[in-house]
């Protein structure tokens, strides 16, 4: 949940409610979803009706499903973002130099999101795809962006969402990541040793700004077995950097 509204619409969290459920069940009717909301079954029937004349849900027999109309405003956000344009050919090719998945994330409301994934030959497929929102604290990519972040809004960004662990590694302690960021800072760049995903490592880098605002990450990522050693502790790294210095370049003489 963002930032809360002074004056909040029931009826527009009510929507909002019933699409999140609809997308967290991977499609429902409407038994399932007036149980999963703890809203009258009338109230959840009335909801996806108005939503489907709109478009935005879709009935395959009594089943809703999130419609694909909701891609056409998710492009169109991240199509008007400049950083997007920059860094989209930059990271398919740092996907292709490493043969692993080439990840590019930003910052919104607290969470990261992923705006691209490029594929390298070799690279592993998760569960993760563009447009899905993650927590920052436990990825390379979100602790480069929360390490660039002034401490008040990291402490806001822990208090709205906490530390959840999601793996044994996950760091879930205020100290030990303000530590890890300041480290981060330190060498430019981040590790996420199985910290998301067990199995998973992923080294990434901060695109910033001249005035060191923080535009997004980059980073590579691949199965433990595969990245470890000196190619997780300095070619990764090096490949990461590169990648992010011709987009900080592109941004800045764009």
């Known amino acids: 949940m963002g930032t809360p509204a002074k004056n909040p619409i029931k009826s527009t969290e009510t929507t909002f409610r019933i699409v999140e459920a609809l997308h967290s069940l991977d499609g429902a009717g409407v038994s399932e979803l007036a149980e ?19 478009e935005y849900v879709v009935n395959d027999g ?14 169109y956000a991240r199509n008007r973002r400049q950083i997007y344009n920059i860094a989209e050919p930059e990271v398919a090719r740092l996907a292709d130099e490493t043969d692993e998945l080439a990840n590019f994330l930003i910052e919104e409301h607290g969470r990261g999101t ?25 990825t390379a990519l ?37 530590d890890q960021l300041a480290d981060i800072r330190e060498r430019g ?3 996420d040793d199985e910290e998301r995903l067990k199995g998973l490592r992923c080294v990434a880098a901060p695109v910033l700004s001249n005035d060191n605002r923080v535009l997004g990450a980059v ?23 590169e990648t992010v210095n011709v987009i900080e370049l592109n941004v800045t003489y764009s």
């Open 36 to 54: 999963h909301t703890d809203l009258p079954r009338s109230t959840v029937h009335n909801y996806l009706s108005t939503l489907e004349q709109e």
């Open 62 to 75: 009594g089943q809703y499903e999130v419609g694909i109309r909701f891609l056409e405003l998710g492009a």
């Open 114 to 138: 992923y705006l691209q994934r490029a594929r390298g030959e070799a690279a592993v497929q998760v569960e993760a795809h563009v447009g899905t929102r993650v927590s920052l604290h436990s």
């Open 142 to 178: 979100g602790k480069s962006i929360l390490a660039h972040l002034p401490e008040s809004r990291v402490d806001e960004i822990i208090e709205m969402h906490g530390l959840e662990q999601t793996t044994p590694k996950t760091v879930t302690d205020r100290d030990e990541l303000f």
């Open 189 to 191: 760049y981040a590790f």
């Open 219 to 241: 980073s590579v990522s691949g199965p433990s077995h595969r990245i470890r050693d000196d190619r997780f502790r300095n070619t990764l790294p090096e490949k990461v950097l």
